[in-house]
């Protein structure tokens, strides 16, 4: 693990070098140009690089990250392809409303005029995390806009009935969602996540990060800036608590649209150190709805795999791109 300085961590906590600046690229690791839309009723930040009449890969992050986990992808994939990473509402750049709420359709909602908004249409999505379910709520929804659907340690479910006994079974072998169900009822949850941007090293840890050589100074600024207060947690603090009281409901789509969803493309890759969303529950998933997908396996990844095997990712994307 690289070692991070007291005073480099004193500097990160200071108030006013805290909160995650529009413009700023974190010491250049995320040199990518801010875009702001108010078209799904806040201020949402969003990368759009590459050429603007290139095929479009849109990439959604999941809890606790933004768009940053995508900068090696986007870096990868800009010279050929447009390659657009919203920031879900309440992270990342994104603005956190305190009049919302952040269940699932909340963030599908937002997506859907997202896309709207830019007209975006032969969407690539490449999906972690709940940017798995939100993505697939969005193909359920427009699945003439899909083109291509790729799956990185990010879920592909369509309803409540094909994922609750994998998400059950799932949870009792998780560190996150086992500590997500007990901490909610006792009244440990909010408390705990709303101080995020103070233990954002041991959260992303539990869940699956295993590429320790990032960790530094910017690293931490660049995940953890985003929740300087209680207030700033909303995001993932509703994600969480939406899974511990079913407040999530995931979309469902039409025959038509089944149809047409399971006829794209598709690619699984997943890092099987993943300790929140385990392959053994989740690749059957992808597999049900994409039978005949390639699935590649990242033995000692986990499930932050974006950060713990950039190379490896990006090129099994490009390939697939260019093959499909």
């Known amino acids: ?92 750049k994104s603005e956190t409303p305190q009049d919302r709420t ?97 233990n954002i090293l041991s959260t992303l840890k539990i869940n699956g990060f295993e590429n320790h050589a990032l960790i530094n100074d910017t690293w931490l600024r660049a995940y953890g800036s985003r929740f300087a207060t209680p207030a700033d947690c909303a995001g993932a603090i509703g994600w969480a608590k939406g899974f511990a009281i079913g407040a999530h409901r995931f979309e469902v789509p039409d025959a038509a649209a089944l149809r047409a969803i399971q006829s794209r493309p598709a690619l699984a890759i997943w890092g099987m150190a993943d300790r929140t969303l385990h392959a053994e529950h989740f690749l059957p998933l992808f597999s049900g709805v994409f039978p005949q997908a390639e699935i590649h396996r990242l033995a000692g990844v986990g499930h932050y795999c974006h950060d713990d095997a950039p190379e490896a990712i990006s090129g099994h994307i490009a390939r697939f791109l260019q093959q499909t």
């Not at 906590?13 to 250049?28: L, R, V, W, Y």
């Not at 975006?120 to 709940?130: G, Q, S």
């Open 102 to 198: 952040y269940w699932l359709r909340d963030h599908i909602d937002n997506l859907e005029r997202f896309v709207l908004a830019l007209d975006l249409r032969a969407i690539t999505l490449v999906l972690h995390d709940f940017g798995g379910a939100v993505g697939m709520g969005l193909a359920a929804r427009h699945p003439d806009r899909i083109q291509r659907i790729i799956s990185t340690n990010g879920p592909t479910p369509f309803g409540q009935a094909t994922l609750i006994d994998r998400l059950t079974a799932n949870a009792e072998i998780s560190p996150w969602f086992s500590w997500i169900l007990k901490a909610e009822p006792e009244g440990r949850l909010e408390a705990v996540l709303g101080e995020l941007g103070f």
């Open 1 to 92: 693990m690289q070692h991070v300085s007291l005073a480099g961590l004193s500097r990160f906590f200071e108030k006013g070098h805290f909160m995650t600046q529009s413009n700023d690229t974190f010491d250049g690791t995320f040199p990518y140009a801010p875009r702001f839309t108010d078209a799904p009723g806040f201020h949402m930040y969003y990368v759009d690089e590459g050429p603007t009449d290139g095929q479009v890969v849109l990439c959604l992050h999941g809890e606790p990250t933004w768009g940053y986990l995508y900068r090696d992808l986007i870096a990868t994939l800009k010279g050929s392809y447009r390659v657009i990473a919203p920031d879900h509402m309440g992270f990342g």
